[in-house]
Every structure is written in C-alpha cells, then in structure tokens.
C-alpha cells in the first residue's frame, strides 16, 4: 500500500491576528531552542532561539516562551501576515550539538 | 554573506548509481550538519562535524551512506550504490558554536 506521510497540525488564522503555536519537546537536558520557518520548496529559516536560562525572548512580531517545567515551547506571531503562510518547527539541542526538530505546524493565514 | 550553498538542488538518478551531494558552509562556521527530510520522517540529523571531523554520525542510515569534510569550506554526502527509498530533500546546515544554525536550500534527491 501506499505509504502515509507525517500529518501536520495545522493552524490557520485570519490576516492581522495573533498566531499561537505550540511544541512539546522531549529531553529535559536540552538547554537551547530555536523556532523555524520552512516555506514550500526552501530550507529552514532560523526565527528565534531561546536558551534555557530564560522563559520569554521577544523578537520582531515574534515571542517565544519556554516553560521547562510542563516542557513546552510557544512562538507566538503578532498581526499575522500572508507571508506568514508556512510550516514552523521546533528544534531543540539535546546531547552534544545535536539539534532534534519536532514534526511541525502548517500555519496558513487567511486574507 | 552568500549563506549556507549547496549543490545541485534537484537530482535525479537511477536506482544503483552513487549521488554526491555538495555544502559550503558559511565562512568561519565550525560546525556542519547534514539533515534529511521526508513526509515520513520528517527532519532527521545524519551526521555533523566540528573542525572538520565527524562528531556523531548515528543518523547515517547505513554503510551506503559517507560524508566527508576535507576542509572547513567544503562537504560532501555520497550515496553508493543509491536506492528509491533514499529520495528526499538533504539540507546541510552550519553554525559557530552550537547555536544559531543556518541551513542551505537542500537537494531534492529523487532516485528511480
């Protein structure tokens, strides 16, 4: 049979809204988290990085909020554009240099 | 900054051929990193090196599977022989530290 690929959490929301997405990592050793934005066809573009030592890091538009007790990460986008529109990731890095990428959200936003 | 370059961006080969896929990393980077993507799977690390030696390459697939360094502004990831089941995107990425990674635009590797 055909195979089945990863069904992403999707996210869609209006133009000019706030954006919430969510990623639950792993490994409670990890001490650094970064925020990717993949549009169809290209690479991973780095957003936002966190380390452990904090819980909030604010961006242009963009927040991160780390909560290492429940091990959940949020980035959140203010006044979401069209050129928004893409799959996010979040990575973190566990042992070593090694950077581990959670499966990802398609955030689509709506004109 | 040209960024993280990598070469070609489509390949296509026949089942049985070797594929070099190709990364120059951003200049004064010490690490590289060689990911996989596919709707299966998702991103996965190969395997990444640090002054140009190889640091953990428990991602490699298997022994089809080699990539080298020779020098600080070049990389390579060889398949040989190749198989369907490799067809992915590979992005090479780099940073300096540990932080900050910056990945290439991939190879969109298709084997037939």
């Known amino acids: 049979g055909e195979s089945v690929g990863l069904h992403l959490p999707t996210l869609s929301v209006q133009e000019g809204d706030n954006s919430i997405i969510n990623c639950a990592y792993s490994?409670?050793?990890?001490?650094?988290f970064i925020w990717y934005k993949q549009e169809s066809g290209k690479g991973p573009q780095f957003i936002i990085d966190?380390?452990?030592?904090?819980d909030k890091r604010q961006g242009q538009r963009v927040t991160v909020l780390l909560n290492k007790t429940v091990k959940h990460l949020s980035l959140q986008i203010a006044a979401t554009q069209p050129g928004d529109s893409a799959v996010y990731f979040c990575?973190?890095?566990?042992?070593?240099?090694?950077?581990?990428f959670g499966e990802g959200t398609q955030l689509t936003v709506n004109p | 900054d040209a960024g993280v370059i990598q070469s070609p961006r489509h390949e296509v080969t026949e089942m049985g051929q070797e594929v070099t896929l190709r990364c120059k990393p951003i200049?004064?980077?010490?690490?590289l990193f060689w990911y996989r993507q596919t709707m299966m799977r998702g991103l996965e690390l190969l395997i990444y090196?640090?002054?140009?030696?190889?640091?953990?390459d428990s991602g490699m697939p298997e022994d089809r599977f080699s990539a080298k360094m020779p020098n600080a502004s070049f990389s390579t990831l060889k398949i040989q022989p190749s198989e369907p089941r490799d067809s992915a995107v590979y992005f090479c990425?780099?940073?300096?530290?540990?932080?900050?990674?910056?990945f290439g635009s991939g190879t969109r590797l298709t084997v037939v």
């Open positions: 200049s004064g980077h010490d690490y």
């Open positions: 090196f640090n002054n140009n030696v190889p640091i953990d």
């Open positions: 966190i380390r452990s030592n904090m």
């Open positions: 490994n409670s050793a990890s001490d650094y």
């Open positions: 990575a973190e890095k566990t042992s070593g240099s090694r950077l581990t």
């Open positions: 990425a780099s940073s300096l530290g540990t932080f900050g990674y910056t």
